[in-house]
């Protein structure tokens, strides 16, 4: 049986990422908390869920298998020498060959750097130590 307007709209919000609450909000339900888990707990949406989810992921992987595949053959039949270049880089980085490391170093401390223990938790207590 297909499911009504609504909880198909609840299905498509729930496989574009959103929780079931929201889901449940962007398919205008009342109490999206509670129309949420009560959804996601009904077998008819539950496996309309599923196989969303199953649907997209198999698109994604077809979609990555023919990348893949054209950037081989670029890589291996490019009459020009950059752009078989540029399909080997394309296809290292995609098996994770080429990671960029970046160093970042903060002084989190600054202004901060020369004040005790006892006076930061003051500070983030919220409390001021003057007097009025």
């Known amino acids: ?5 609504r909880r198909q709209r ?20 009342g109490s999206p908390g509670m129309a949420g888990s009560r ?7 539950r496996q309309a869920v599923d196989s969303a989810v199953e649907s997209v992921h198999e698109q994604a992987e077809a979609t990555l ?4 595949s054209r950037l081989a053959h670029e890589a291996v039949n490019a009459h020009e020498g950059s ?11 995609h098996r994770g060959m080429f990671t960029e490391q ?20 003051l500070l983030a207590s919220g409390e001021s130590s003057e007097s009025p």
Not at 39 to 45: A, H, I, P, Y
Not at 104 to 115: C, D, I, K, S
């Open 83 to 93: 752009v078989r270049v540029a399909a080997l880089a394309w296809l290292g980085k």
């Open 39 to 45: 959804l996601m707990k009904n077998d008819e949406v």
């Open 1 to 5: 049986m297909a499911l009504n307007e």
């Open 102 to 121: 970046v160093d970042v170093r903060v002084n989190v401390l600054g202004a901060y750097a020369e004040l005790t223990t006892a006076e930061l938790r």
């Open 10 to 29: 609840f299905v498509d919000a729930k496989v574009g990422g959103s929780n079931a609450s929201e889901a449940a909000r962007a398919a205008g339900y």
């Open 65 to 68: 298998v023919w990348i893949l």
